[in-house]
């Protein structure tokens, strides 16, 4: 018999999830909770196969994670969410989750996504599976164009300013550059990234790191 430990913190949610599972023979729910304290409390306290909780918890539920990971290697973990973002997905499962299953998944997929991390493997549902294969066929994409831009310290240093929205005098004042200097290297990086003007620049530097607020760092 699988011991369970269930977090979720929509009590209508955790109640119909337990009855669910314990109209199943080979479950026995031993513990509830509704907060990321009560789900590393309830595994500290043993008595635990498998660890079935939400991700948006109060506390910080991907944290809890890894440091239940780094207690007790032996404890499963599933999260069991209705956040259906590929990030959200490699996170946890980086962080030492051993399972993936949305909410909007069918009866079948808990069940099966129970078993299997009880056995020792991994499950993620198969919508969220094709997103997180999606989204890391594009981070490589990704990173093979950022690969082929070579810039060099300066030129870097240049579009950090330029992604801070910094115009090119206030770009040559912070670098201690001339106004002339900062024109020449916007002149080269236009042309490494094959742009016409400086926003340009911006939406392919932000595209490339998939993000639009984090700098790259390229180095030739």
Do not use: W
Request: charged letters at 25%; hydrophobic letters at 40%; proline letters at 3%.
């Amino acid at each position: 018999m699988l011991k369970l430990v269930l977090i979720d913190d929509h009590p209508i949610v955790l109640a119909g999830l337990v009855d669910i599972l314990r109209n199943h023979a080979q479950y026995q729910v031993v513990n509830t909770g509704s907060t990321a304290e009560a789900a590393l409390r309830h595994v500290r306290e043993g008595e635990c196969d498998v660890l079935i909780a939400d991700l948006n918890l109060p506390g910080d539920m991907v944290e809890t994670i890894r440091q239940i990971r780094a207690e007790n290697p032996v404890v499963k973990i599933l999260v069991f969410t209705a956040s259906a973002s590929p990030d959200s997905c490699l996170q946890v499962m980086a962080a030492g989750a051993n399972g993936f299953v949305l909410k909007g998944s069918s009866g079948g997929d808990l069940f099966y996504a129970i078993e299997e991390v009880a056995a020792g493997k991994e499950f993620i549902s198969s919508s969220m599976a094709s997103k997180v294969i999606r989204e890391m066929r594009m981070a490589e994409q990704r990173k093979q164009e950022r690969a082929s831009v070579a810039l060099n310290s300066r030129e870097d240093q240049v579009v950090r300013e330029l992604l801070n929205g910094a115009s090119n005098k206030e770009i040559a004042n912070k670098l201690n550059l001339s106004d002339k200097t900062v024109k020449h290297y916007m002149t080269q990086i236009m042309q490494k990234f094959n742009a016409r003007n400086r926003l340009e620049v911006v939406l392919e530097v932000q595209r490339m790191n998939g993000s639009a607020t984090t700098p790259p760092r390229y180095y030739a």
